[in-house]
């Protein structure tokens, strides 16, 4: 039986008791794991993105595309390409690209959604 919920039966009547310490403990073992797992997440978040991004990033000579990384600084992860040019390019949706596209860290973002989600939600399970 689970230690979060104890079954009585007394006198042929049942009764169930919830104890809260215990499910207390279970919280503050979830909360201690969360942040743990909300770092693992944007990671891997962001190792997807960068994946899908490399896919349709620009590319002439190649350097735009080997200056994307993932940088992982406290509870931040951020993903970028850090050629001078990238944000130009990026925003820029008049250049008439050869190869790739502008929003080629945005269109991803947004259109994997339910991906991210996923992402999450596998994570977070580890956890309960």
Known sequence: MSNLL??????????????TKDFMKVLDNIDRQLD????????????????????????????????????VVGAEVTVGYYEEYAAIIHEKLSLHLKNGQSKYLEDPLKTNLSLWQRIFAKNIEKIL
Do not use: R
């Open 6 to 19: 104890n079954v009585y039966l007394k006198d042929m009547k049942s009764s169930i008791k919830f104890d």
């Open 36 to 71: 743990t797992v909300i770092i693992e997440s944007l990671k891997e978040m962001g190792q997807e993105l960068l994946k899908m991004s490399n896919k349709i990033v620009p590319v002439d000579t190649g350097a735009l595309k080997k200056s994307g990384k993932i940088e």
